[in-house]
């Protein structure tokens, strides 16, 4: 099965900007994929995801226009691009893997991604 590995959590001040990257151990072109993140004390959520070929894409209300999912199956990487980061935003990391494609309904379900990696954290003060 597909291994992943975040990498690229930091601690940043309101306004920053972070890139983190998920480097899988197979190529990823057949898998929908998608970054998830989880706060202390809350359940985790979807933030965004995006089909094998790349070209589209799916954002949770409160990340859209601030941040970009982006994918180089060539590489084996799946990327969040983070910019004009909020206290909010602090929470560990993860990426995920699933065979099947989901739909704007479905892709934010953390059940229905079988493969995970181990997570990053980001720290955003104000």
């Known amino acids: 099965q597909v291994r992943l590995a975040e990498s690229g959590g930091a601690s940043v001040q309101t306004g920053g900007s972070l890139r983190l990257s998920c480097q899988a151990s197979?190529?990823?072109?057949?898998?929908?994929m998608g970054w998830f993140r989880q706060a202390p004390g809350k359940e985790r959520e979807g933030v965004a995801a995006?089909?094998?070929?790349?070209?589209?894409?799916y954002y949770a209300d409160s990340v859209k226009d601030r941040f970009t999912i982006s994918r180089d199956n060539a590489k084996k990487t799946l990327y969040l691009q983070m910019n004009f980061l909020k206290p909010e935003d602090t929470a560990t990391y993860y990426c995920?893997?699933?065979?099947?494609?989901?739909?704007?309904?479905?892709?934010?379900?953390?059940?229905?991604?079988?493969?995970w990696g181990q997570g990053t954290q980001v720290t955003v003060s104000s």
């Open positions: 197979e190529y990823i072109s057949d898998y929908f």
């Open positions: 995920a893997a699933r065979w099947y494609r989901a739909d704007g309904n479905s892709w934010s379900s953390p059940a229905g991604y079988p493969h």
């Open positions: 995006i089909v094998g070929g790349g070209d589209s894409t």
